[in-house]
């Protein structure tokens, strides 16, 4: 499939189970197309992004002992999935003249998405809450809509939105585990080590891009949108081991530890 068709897919299709459903065949990038910027992601009216105060706040982890509560992690989490998904989409064809390597590898990193979405829809309805019976928030896309480049979004999805999961994925892992719940341990523990690889991915890509005089963390923090700042990349805990699995070197570690002072983020 050509990569342009697969992320038109993604954001034209307002049927959630069709952005998320598997390929089996190939991607191809022979007809990138003209750069086209898309306002909003198309959404069955259940999922349309709802008024910033509308969507339920993430429950505290004391409480996942509810089932309830933790069906409504998932739904969070399943939402905040799906926008990463369509934020990538929505960078294929905003961005058609990126090099066709980073493209591919886009791609794919969509596919991780998708899976991750499909496992927190699956495991919210299980506890008790179909996908979409709550509001959602734009978070992930409104942040996305300031990228104007390929290293805007490097430095703002993966290492940033998904540098911080590499924290809270452990986070929420342990909160599953100490409320007896196995099966959404597992999802987290899976969606870890994807975030990993994701992150890899971000930093191999913004080294190979951006100017070969400037660090990376000059490279990360020029190319950061505010509100969004390094502390953000950093959940209510630091794991350097992730940090160090993803290929960031020392010094960028301890430039991240010292943004965080003064949050929680």
Not at 41 to 49: I, K, N, Y
Not at 54 to 60: E, R, S, T
Not at 185 to 188: K, T
């Given at each position: 499939?050509?990569l342009?068709?697969?992320a038109?897919t993604?954001l034209?299709?307002?049927?959630?189970m069709?952005?998320l459903?598997p390929?089996r065949?190939?991607?191809?990038?022979?007809?990138p197309g003209?750069?086209?910027?898309?306002?909003l992601?198309?959404?069955?009216?259940?999922?349309?992004?709802g008024a910033?105060r509308?969507?339920?706040?993430?429950?505290?982890l004391?409480?996942?002992?509810?089932?309830k509560?933790?069906?409504?992690a998932?739904?969070i989490?399943?939402?905040?999935e799906?926008q990463?998904?369509e934020?990538?989409?929505?960078?294929?064809l905003?961005?058609?003249e990126?090099?066709?390597e980073f493209?591919l590898g886009?791609a794919?990193?969509?596919?991780d998405?998708?899976?991750?979405t499909r496992?927190?829809?699956?495991?919210?309805?299980?506890?008790?809450?179909?996908?979409g019976?709550?509001?959602?928030?734009?978070?992930?896309?409104?942040?996305?809509?300031?990228?104007t480049s390929?290293?805007?979004?490097l430095?703002g999805?993966p290492?940033?939105f998904?540098?911080?999961?590499?924290?809270?994925s452990?986070e929420?892992?342990q909160?599953f585990?100490?409320?007896?719940d196995?099966?959404s341990?597992?999802?987290?523990r899976?969606?870890?080590?994807d975030?990993?690889?994701h992150?890899?991915?971000?930093?191999e890509?913004?080294?190979?891009?951006?100017p070969e005089?400037?660090?990376?963390w000059?490279?990360y923090?020029r190319h950061?949108?505010f509100p969004l700042?390094p502390?953000?990349?950093?959940?209510?805990?630091?794991?350097?081991?992730?940090r160090?699995?993803t290929?960031?070197d020392a010094?960028f570690i301890?430039?991240l530890k010292?943004s965080?002072?003064?949050?929680?983020?």
């Open positions: 499939m050509e342009r068709t697969f038109e993604v034209r299709s307002p049927v959630c069709e952005k459903a390929l065949e190939e991607f191809t990038d022979r007809e003209v750069a086209e910027r898309w306002e992601p198309a959404r069955e009216e259940r999922l349309v992004f910033r509308a969507a339920p706040a993430m429950p505290p004391v409480r996942f002992g509810e089932p509560q933790r069906a409504i998932h739904h989490m399943a939402n905040h799906l990463a998904l934020v990538m989409a929505w960078v294929l905003t961005f058609p990126a090099p066709t493209r886009l794919h990193v969509i596919q998405e998708q899976r991750h496992m927190h829809i699956e495991r919210g309805k299980s506890l008790g809450v179909e996908f019976s709550l509001p959602v928030n734009c978070h992930i896309w409104r942040h996305a809509m300031a990228f390929v290293l805007d979004y430095a999805l290492l940033t998904e540098g911080c999961n590499l924290d809270h452990l929420f892992e909160a585990l100490a409320a007896g196995v099966k341990a597992a999802i987290m899976r969606i870890h080590e975030e990993i690889e992150v890899r991915f971000g930093l890509w913004l080294r190979k891009l951006k005089a400037m660090s990376d000059e490279a923090e950061l949108h700042r502390g953000k990349s950093i959940g209510h805990t630091f794991d350097e081991a992730s160090l699995a290929g960031m010094e301890e430039r010292g965080a002072k003064g949050f929680p983020v």
